[in-house]
């Protein structure tokens, strides 16, 4: 077959497509990486239905919209795989920058996501879609909703994004007297009624993850049942790990072994598993890692503001060496503060070129499929998401090549991670549909959206008993 989806070497049947988009520069992320500086891209329903040289796509695409993309360089939409879309995005920013891991944790993080209603839930997943359709990401796995499931589906389902949402378990009992046989029930319990409630389906914009809290919170059962429920259902498992040395003390202090080769023993690792952060992990846990296919999500935004030491103590450059799947997540807005992938994106590629002064580490091109292909896998989308040819959903992002920023265009993949940010992004199919338009949403009241957001921040910070703290006076 040939690039835009004809027989080699026969005439070209004509292909009925609703929106055709031409003369765009287009990075496909293809098998071959093939990139096309006059190339032509058609959307039938929800998938793409022919890219490649516009000459050629355009003698035989037969479309009842033509768009001039002149002005663009399409992409596939980027797949952000880890990212807190409740509790943080309605104060974003408004945790001191100098706290430690464990504070920011226990002390400012827990009260907030505890003070939610499902209303500000819903509202703050809204939030977030916003801030990623702006900037080009089409797909998340969710890090976890705090409490209320349906109401963040609902308020996600009229923003048009992809996603992969769970509310997250944890089960272990740690205050005398509590029940664990009764807790690690209710914990697969809500799990499994969650995978059932929303199917994992390729068309389904919006479907169900198994999604842990992750470090020490959960027993071997709901390890071993989270993981096996994620494999019947073809549906991803994700949890935090190790961003701080306190995982892997408690690990060895309570099984003998660091947490990778516990999961490992328990038979939890492989394709279906994301683990985030994975900062302080050995090369034995590396090597398990890539043996079994188990996903990495690096946030690197969040290890650069929480000083997590992920140049200092990471073995990123390790992982990807060994063959570990590697994917990025902007995690939350008061860790990394930030849900722009592109931001994501940059910072990868320079953080170890610059620590172990190695130019070879992280090049543009690694880093793009880090939030493109790989970030497909981690939401077991392989498949269907992560590049843009035939067959695959039409979930693209149209740069604006009208800014400095992306002039004279060059080389678009140095360009892309090392010059734009999602600040550059004109327009955003999700599933064929353009869901950003102009740099407008059309699903989505912005102003509206920003007004209630702005709105629902203070009531909340106060139900959390905290306050707005900022070392100048703010007259
Ligand atoms: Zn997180």
Request: with cysteine; net charge negative.
């Amino acid at each position: 077959m040939s690039a835009h989806g004809q027989p080699d070497g026969e005439a070209a049947t004509p292909v009925t497509a609703d929106t055709l988009i031409r003369h765009a520069w287009i990075v496909t992320m293809d098998e071959e990486r093939r990139i096309y500086r006059d190339g032509a891209l058609a959307i039938r329903g929800d998938r793409i239905v022919a890219v490649g040289p516009d000459a050629d796509v355009a003698a035989h695409v037969d479309a009842a919209e033509t768009i001039d993309g002149s002005r663009f360089v399409l992409t596939p939409g980027f797949v952000n795989c880890h990212v807190h879309i409740t509790g943080e995005p309605l104060t974003r920013g408004y945790m001191p920058d100098d706290l430690d891991w464990r504070t920011n944790v226990m002390d400012w993080l827990i009260p907030t996501y505890l003070a939610q209603t499902p209303e500000e839930e819903r509202l703050s997943a809204q939030f977030a879609a916003l801030e990623m359709l702006s900037t080009g990401t089409t797909c998340f796995i969710e890090a976890g909703t705090i409490l209320d499931l349906d109401a963040v589906h609902d308020g996600l389902a009229e923003t048009g994004i992809r996603g992969r949402i769970g509310q997250w378990v944890q089960d272990r009992a740690f205050a005398p007297g509590e029940d664990q046989a009764a807790m690690t029930a209710e914990a697969i319990a809500k799990l499994e009624a969650q995978l059932e409630r929303y199917p994992a389906r390729d068309d389904a914009l919006l479907s169900a993850c198994a999604s842990l809290v992750g470090h020490n919170t959960a027993t071997d059962d709901l390890w071993i049942a989270a993981s096996n429920l994620a494999k019947e259902h073809g549906a991803s498992l994700t949890a935090h790990m190790s961003p701080d040395p306190a995982d892997p003390e408690f690990y060895l202090e309570t099984c003998g072994r660091r947490p990778v080769a516990h999961l490992d023993a328990l038979g939890a690792l492989g394709p279906h598993l994301s683990l985030t952060h994975m900062i302080f992990a050995d090369l034995d846990e590396v090597a398990l890692l890539a043996q079994s296919g188990t996903h990495v999500t690096h946030c690197p935004m969040t290890a650069l503001k929480g000083a997590y030491g992920a140049t200092h103590s990471g073995l990123f450059p390790e992982m990807a060496a060994a063959g570990v799947l590697l994917q990025l997540g902007t995690d939350g807005n008061n860790n990394g503060n930030s849900a722009d992938m592109m931001r994501a994106m940059y910072v990868t590629a320079g953080l170890f070129k610059d620590s172990r002064r190695d130019v070879s580490l992280f090049s543009a091109y690694e880093v793009l499929e880090f939030a493109t292909r790989n970030g497909a896998k981690a939401a077991r989308l392989g498949h269907a998401i992560g590049a843009l040819e035939p067959g695959r959903m039409a979930d693209i992002v149209a740069h604006d090549r009208n800014r400095p920023e992306w002039t004279p265009l060059l080389n678009p993949i140095n360009q892309l991670i090392w010059s734009a940010d999602g600040r550059g992004v004109h327009s955003v199919w999700v599933g064929g549909r353009r869901v950003v338009d102009g740099y407008r949403h059309t699903l989505i009241d912005e102003e509206r959206l920003l007004a209630q957001v702005e709105a629902a921040a203070p009531g909340l910070i106060q139900r959390a008993g905290k306050t707005v703290e900022c070392r100048w006076p703010v007259l």
